[in-house]
């Protein structure tokens, strides 16, 4: 991400100055995606199944990053904000994300699935080697119609959804809210102290927390090839947290619960470092290896959540054999990649230069 | 295998002395387990589907052993051998190991999905860990039982063909021979050579044959965790050499042949690696690592052959579309199994000292 450059602040500035300007670019940011991202969702038909018109594209993709953005600032530098107003604007901000994240991530998921099942199946575009190992199966078409039907059947719905809310009142809250970030943002006493004593110390508890995390994280394992954890011995059948939603049916719901509570903490972890990324942007400090951890962590996720869909799909009534044996072949592919993520992770994240010791503060200090 | 050890041929020693030895000792393993084999074979009802009378027990495997050592023996060493009498005795010590080495390996098979079930379906025995992506799926017993079944008749098919051959004239003429090699193995002129000049070069030929042959594998992809190599992107659809057998069939046939050929230069590099493995026996050096690839191999067949079995039974008629799943994923999970095989293969082969450069001959000629 180099399209966030800060200017280093002045070893002179302000907590408020810094994180106010910081503030005051992404909430641009926002005001000016949001037309872009309304227009989008306008023109868009939700029901069109192909993947040519990218549902993340353009304005909803840089609304997108300025609400990442905004709301990450808000919790790592709450102590520098008004607390009402900034427990109200994450809240508002979470619900956006939640609300615009949606029918980019069914996209991602629909064309992560297929090219899965193309791959698998031998069909993917020429040069990209040879066949997989379900060339020819009669089950792969079908399945591959099963995936897009339902995918596209849930991306319509979030389109609907994301139509609804798009000229809702909440919404227009919400720009004002960000209208009043532009140079405004209501502050507290702390923002007065120097920008170099203020931020590093809140950074620092960013990074604190990521760092607890990770070290709650099955990593000596993870960073072990073919270990098959992601598909044998799922950490553990206790649920880890709120994230892990136990369905309520029995049987079905066993490996479900278990694959949710072996991911959650890796998804907790994703959150968190995302945290830590932005408050390396806000102190104008580089971040590009947590940049790198980000994306592999974003794999995990959607190769998670694509499982699920596999999963899900094998259980439509009435589907062929063939068709349920190629959704588990893929089931299978998609946990491969969720542990091919963790492996990423656990390879890299031991030689990462920030840990928290090595975080020194915001250049302004360190030039100071 | 610690269990062959070979006192060092002086640097005196003729050829001829040194292999005779060699083979006088493997040919008395061979008698010795000969008759407690067809004991076995004999006592074991093959229709058995408890895996609690091994088929590959005791006298069986110290048969096979033994009947691996002699012929690659006369392989690697077949320039002083009575060239018509070591071609023989090599088809049927060929013959003799492709008859006996198939109850055992379904024995292994089956251990090895059933296994592959219960783990992914978190039955597996308690301490292993949590449950499995297939935790409490209604298909999982069901695609057990099938795999059970299958199994089994084709161990006991195997069985039946192991009793019929063991009272056969031609395993009596097979013995013969064997009794033959202890003491007099039928040499010719180059035996007459000094051990430290003869073998060498011999043994050179099987290390150069199995490097040539590693050269060929797409190493360093494999050296590379998560490419997916043995599940996406097979290496080629055409056949790899005789070993391949495209069946007739037309459209599942596809993914069979390439995963076929796929597999067939590991394969080939298995049975190199055990021939420079004994070569090293016969001279009398160590060859620890090399045993220990050999097993790796020997576990990216087994998962190989059990992928297959997987994939076979999941074209069985009138199955449920849960148990279909089942088998595709735990088709997907043998052959990331072969793929973790490489990948262990990929990561230990560069580090081998025993290259055929490295390789400097039997102690006799070193000490002499």
Redesign the interface.
Known sequence: MTDAPMTAPAATATAGEVISRYLTEQAGNFLRALPQAVGEAGARPGALPSLNSPAGSGGTLELLRAVRRVGGALHTFGAVFEPGWAHESRAELRWLLNLLAQEPAYQRRSARLLAAVD??S?A?PAG???????????GAPKARALLDRQLTLARTRAHSTVLQELRSARLHALADRMTLLVGEAPLVEPARGKAGEVLPSQAAAAFAALGAAVQALPLRRAAT??Q?D????????EPAGPAVVVPPQ??????DS??AA?DAPWHRVRILLKRARYALEVCGRPGDQLVELDRVLDCHQEAADA?VTAATA?RTPR???????????????Q???V??AR??FGSRWPELPLSLDGWEGPPGQRMG
């Open positions: 791959s698998l031998g993917a990209e080697g040879g066949p997989g190992m379900l060339a020819g199966h009669q090839a073919y098959g992601a598909l044998h011995r799922l950490g553990g059948a029995g049987r079905t719901g066993d490996a278990a694959l072996d499982a094998a589907i062929t054999p063939a068709t349920a044996y190629v959704l588990g072949v893929v089931h299978a592919d946990r491969l990649e542990e091919a492996f990423a």
